[in-house]
């Protein structure tokens, strides 16, 4: 019983923590931005601007962002970016993107950095390099450091189009 009550707090404790990655991000693209530059800059109305402020309460604190987004926490990204585009206009919006986000596209920003934790790196390149024979491309590099080590200068053909490998 009791190793079923730790693998339980243990699971929730770590699928908390995953989740507050996302919330973290969330908090970041509100934090990062000075509204009130964006607000005056973009020349935006009272009505956008109140739309604009609310949109960045709406959720105050991790239990209610929890509460929308906790089955799918990546859906905040395209959620809030397009709600703000519809606030703003499409002109008013890619200059905000411009400024801010250097002409990315915001979700693709963070979904961009959703990976770049250092614990799912170095997962993901153990992963591949056990995979993948020690982190070669299986295939094409054994046969090049086969064809390398008969030293009959066969190995510079590997590179080329298969209508090459005919010379072989």
Not at 14 to 41: E, K, P
Not at 149 to 155: F, I, L
Request: no cysteine; glycine share 4%; hydrophobic share 20%.
């Amino acid at each position: 019983m009791k190793k079923l009550l730790m693998t339980l707090s243990l699971g929730v404790f770590i699928f908390g923590y995953s989740q507050s990655d996302y919330y973290n991000d969330y908090q970041r693209s509100i934090n990062a931005v000075d509204w009130t530059d964006v607000i005056t800059s973009l020349a935006l109305s009272q009505t956008q601007q109140n739309q604009l402020l609310s949109l960045n309460s709406q959720y105050p604190n991790y239990d209610s962002w929890n509460r929308v987004y906790g089955n799918n926490p990546v859906r905040w990204r395209t959620d809030r970016y397009s709600k703000m585009e519809e606030i703003m206009g499409k002109d008013k919006y890619m200059k905000f993107k411009n400024k801010y986000y250097k002409g990315q596209n915001p979700v693709a920003v963070y979904n961009r950095n959703k990976n770049n934790y250092k614990k799912y790196q170095n997962s993901k390149y153990k992963k591949y390099k056990s995979q993948n024979d020690q982190g070669e491309n299986s295939n094409k590099m054994k046969e090049y450091k086969k064809r390398k080590n008969d030293k009959d200068g066969s190995y510079r053909w590997i590179r080329k189009n298969k209508s090459n490998k005919d010379r072989d």
